[in-house]
T-cell receptor
């Protein structure tokens, strides 16, 4: 399994862009990078997924450099409701092994 | 949007009792998972289920635990002889052919 490193916590203010970077140095060729969001007492919610380059959806953007050893989740113009824990996952899709494995995540606090 | 449904949302049980946590995964998904999250800690993988059998399990998933897919829709986690330390949020998740897991809202299990 790829070893994941991401900041334990981040603070931001409403309206700012937030970038959370995740390191996954030993990512394998068939691994996807996936980000989840979790609010207290709720299940993790899928935000975005990518393999390489840039992916954008209505919620966030995901930047993945060519070597894929890191990725950056970008949340544009955050609001108070974006306060949550954000998890970077590397999901192996090979040999039928599909196990999303969570680390500590990054606790984002958005201030007024 | 399709969703994973878990019942009950909250269960209180006495130590030593058996509990069954229920989940209805998304209908066309192939992979099913149970996770738990002790208050303030990370989301921990328990077990994955594919093709009507356990495909992976963690060291947490000992003989006290079992999973079943009794029919085409339900996916259950049974915890025998509950202990105080089993108190946690339990999340069910399902995944289709893409590396995107959908999580339920969880069952909060309180063992007293």
């Amino acid at each position: 399994l790829a070893k994941i490193t991401q900041p334990i916590s981040m603070d931001s203010y409403e309206g700012q862009e937030v970038n959370i970077t995740c390191s996954h140095n030993n990512i394998a060729t068939n691994d996807y990078i996936t980000w989840y969001q979790q609010f207290p007492s709720q299940g993790p919610r899928f935000i975005i997924q990518g393999y390489k380059t840039k992916v954008t959806n209505e919620v966030a953007s995901l930047f993945i450099p060519a070597d894929r050893k890191s990725s950056t989740l970008s949340l544009p113009r955050v609001s108070l409701s974006d306060t949550a824990v954000y998890y970077c996952l590397v999901v192996p899709i090979s040999g039928g092994s599909y196990i999303p494995t969570f680390g500590r995540g990054t606790s984002l606090i958005v201030h007024p | 949007e399709p969703e994973v449904t878990q019942t009950p949302s909250h269960q209180v049980t006495q130590m030593g009792q058996e509990v069954i946590l229920r989940c209805v995964p998304i209908s066309n998904h192939l992979y099913f998972y149970w996770y738990r999250q002790i208050l303030g800690q990370k989301v921990e993988f328990l077990v994955s289920f594919y093709n009507n059998e356990i495909s992976e399990k963690s060291e947490i998933f000992d003989d006290q635990f079992s999973v079943e897919r009794p029919d085409g829709s339900n996916f259950t986690l049974k915890i025998r002889s509950t202990k105080l330390e089993d108190s946690a949020m339990y999340f069910c998740a399902s995944m289709g052919t893409r590396a995107e897991a959908f999580f339920g809202q969880g069952t909060r299990l309180t063992v007293v």
